[in-house]
């Protein structure tokens, strides 16, 4: 899960106390054509299929850069890439130059992959953009074409207003987010055209907003906006446990599918140790006293005292706050026998982890070998290389305007430093410091997110877009 809502959808707040709302704009209120232009925009996103086995993320960002010559930026300021091994899963980087020689650039980031979406399933054209009952619908509308969509309509604007910048501004639309281990545009720049994006710091997605439940346009509440500080670091391993196998009229005890669920049971009784970051440790503590009751208690307490079990027993009840307090691993998919007559030569099963940022996959793995405690099993990661999760500052050059900036836009609105328990490419731009903003909001139930009939409430996209304007302008001088 990664979207501009992911820190909101997955911080599991529910603040007992009740904000104030944020004033909706009229459902028939027509769009201004500046606004009109947006969701035009929006909508080209969402109706170009970016899904890994049947889209193409080139197409979508050489349709991104068309609309960026149209404003006026030049070609020398647009730089569209990709491998000839993977032609399809391109991106584009731009930029807006800067007045000031001494500030570093920003970056802004989003991809514009989205996961697959059969149309069987969904009850509407999961890639058609569909306004409905005020909500915005198809695969992409959240994660994170949302995001996408908003960065690349600012540059517009940016440009064809001629709009000059003391901080250089750079875009990058890039590919691979949602398929561990295939071919990631951010981490090819990083590795390949770390001078297209260098910054002192990024812009990404992960921060965002929660409802009570209720949609704001029909009188909800918005109790919650996150800035998204912070983020789990993603790796699966594969476990495998392998016999000789033989014929099943004469079972022996040694069989691999045995062996095998009995490692995967010893996993899901395995708990990693409590620890904190700077950004879980000021989110624990805001949001437990803002909250009060049970699990505020408990969660002031686990600060107090990390070794608190009474605590942690309250916070396990809750699957997202539990997440946060440690690194995860879960067994995801198991793979089993050669025939229903034969004992199995060979049993697999993925483990999933979201390490700790700071943690490593070397020493997960060690845990995790310690665990099974079983040295005929094979455990090995999927995907070497990969990188260490980095928490940024808490930068208040960086923080204070999108706190104040927050104030303006959603007043009377608790916002909070999370950290992400999903993992979006921000893990990939090394060295660049990387927030999720806040902006957009979602509901509690994850509003379709890599699952059936996406949507995102049509104000929520409109007064992000506000919001994201006036931070880049901000920030950018």
């Not at 904000?19 to 996103?45: I, K, N």
């Not at 959240?142 to 604007?157: E, G, H, P, S, Y």
């Not at 500052?393 to 909070?416: S, T």
């Amino acid at each position: 899960m990664r979207s501009t809502l992911k820190a909101a959808l997955c911080a599991g707040l529910a603040l007992s106390a009740t904000l104030a709302a944020t004033p909706a704009l009229a459902a028939d209120q027509p769009l201004s054509p500046d606004l009109a232009a947006f969701r035009d925009l929006y909508r080209e996103l969402i109706e170009t299929n970016t899904t890994v086995n049947n889209g193409s993320c080139t197409e979508a960002a050489a349709k991104m850069a068309t609309r960026l010559k149209a404003a006026g930026l030049p070609d020398s300021q647009i730089v569209p890439f990709s491998v000839p091994e993977h032609p399809k899963d391109g991106g584009v980087v731009a930029m807006i130059p800067g007045t000031s020689k001494a500030l570093k650039p920003m970056l802004l980031i989003a991809h514009i992959d989205v996961v697959e979406a059969k149309r069987e399933d969904w009850t509407r054209d999961p890639f058609k953009l569909i306004e409905e009952d005020g909500y915005f619908y198809g695969r992409g509308t959240v994660d994170d074409k949302a995001q996408a969509a908003i960065w690349t309509d600012i540059f517009v604007r940016f440009a064809s207003q001629g709009y000059k910048p003391k901080r250089t501004i750079k875009l990058a639309l890039t590919c691979g987010e949602e398929t561990s281990g295939a071919f990631n545009g951010a981490e090819w720049l990083a590795n390949n055209r770390k001078d297209l994006i260098d910054a002192a710091f990024a812009l990404n997605e992960g921060g965002g907003g929660r409802t009570n439940g209720t949609p704001v346009s029909k009188g909800g509440k918005l109790e919650v906006q996150t800035l998204q500080v912070g983020e789990k670091a993603y790796q699966d391993f594969t476990l495998t446990a392998t016999n000789p196998g033989g014929h099943s009229s004469q079972p022996v005890r040694e069989n691999a599918i045995y062996e095998l669920s009995e490692a995967l049971l010893k996993i899901r009784a395995f708990e990693f140790p409590v620890e904190f970051s700077d950004t879980t440790r000021a989110f624990f503590t805001r949001a437990g006293a803002a909250r009060g009751g049970e699990v505020g208690k408990a969660m002031l307490a686990i600060v107090a005292n990390p070794a608190d079990g009474a605590a942690l027993a309250v916070l396990r009840q809750d699957k997202q706050l539990n997440s946060m307090l440690h690194t995860s691993c879960v067994a995801t998919l198991v793979n089993a026998g050669h025939a229903q007559n034969a004992l199995p030569q060979r049993a697999t099963a993925n483990v999933n982890c979201r390490m700790f940022p700071g943690r490593t996959t070397e020493e997960t793995l060690a845990t995790l070998e310690k665990v099974v405690d079983n040295p005929a099993l094979k455990l090995v990661p999927k995907v070497l290389g990969k990188p260490i999760a980095v928490v940024p500052p808490m930068d208040p050059a960086i923080v204070g305007p999108m706190e104040q900036l927050a104030a303006k836009h959603y007043p009377g609105v608790l916002v909070l430093p999370t950290m992400l328990t999903g993992a979006t490419d921000a893990v990939y731009l090394k060295g660049i410091p990387t927030y999720g903003v806040p902006g957009a909001w979602g509901d509690p139930d994850g509003n379709g997110v890599h699952g059936l009939n996406e949507r995102i409430e049509v104000q929520s996209l409109y007064r992000a877009r506000d919001y994201l304007t006036d931070l880049v302008k901000a920030l950018a001088g």
